[in-house]
């Protein structure tokens, strides 16, 4: 009976351990998923100013505030996934932004600083 305890034991622990990995793969994926949503969000934002000023006009405010707001939604979507996705890593998720960093905490933008928890680039 010890025997088929221990196998029993293990066979759950390597379950978990699936299960576990296959939930941090959807997570992965739906911040792929959210990070595409905004880019093209970004690139619509773009767009939307660009044609504006070859147009010598400027943008609708009711389209700059939807725009905006859409890819803020995107991007606090985003945060919240790297934190999930911390959490199931088993480390520290990153607290939350207020002024537009990384949310993966990767390299800083070009001409920023690096952050000052970060190793610096190279």
Same mark, same amino acid.
């Given at each position: 009976?010890?025997? @088929?305890? *221990? /196998?029993?034991?293990? &066979?759950? %622990?390597?379950?978990?351990? !699936?299960?576990?990995?296959?939930? $941090?793969?959807?997570?992965?994926?739906?911040?792929?998923?959210?990070?595409?949503?905004?880019?093209?969000?970004?690139?619509?934002?773009?767009?939307?100013?660009?044609?504006?000023?070859?147009?010598?006009?400027?943008?609708?405010?009711?389209? @700059?505030? *939807? /725009?905006?707001?859409? &890819?803020? %939604?995107?991007?606090?979507? !985003?945060?919240?996934?790297?934190? $999930?996705?911390?959490?199931?890593?088993?480390?520290?998720?990153?607290?939350?932004?207020?002024?537009?960093?990384?949310?993966?905490?990767?390299?800083?933008?070009?001409?920023?600083?690096?952050?000052?928890?970060?190793?610096?680039?190279?």
């Amino acid at each position: 009976m010890g025997l @088929l305890g *221990r /196998l029993k034991r293990e &066979l759950q %622990t390597a379950g978990d351990a !699936a299960k576990d990995a296959l939930d $941090e793969g959807k997570v992965r994926i739906e911040i792929f998923r959210v990070r595409q949503s905004a880019d093209a969000a970004a690139q619509a934002l773009g767009y939307a100013v660009h044609r504006a000023r070859r147009d010598g006009k400027e943008i609708e405010p009711d389209a @700059l505030k *939807r /725009l905006d707001d859409v &890819l803020a %939604t995107h991007e606090a979507d !985003a945060e919240r996934l790297q934190r $999930e996705l911390a959490r199931h890593r088993g480390e520290t998720p990153p607290a939350p932004s207020d002024k537009g960093d990384d949310p993966d905490g990767g390299d800083p933008r070009p001409g920023e600083p690096p952050k000052p928890d970060a190793p610096p680039a190279g």
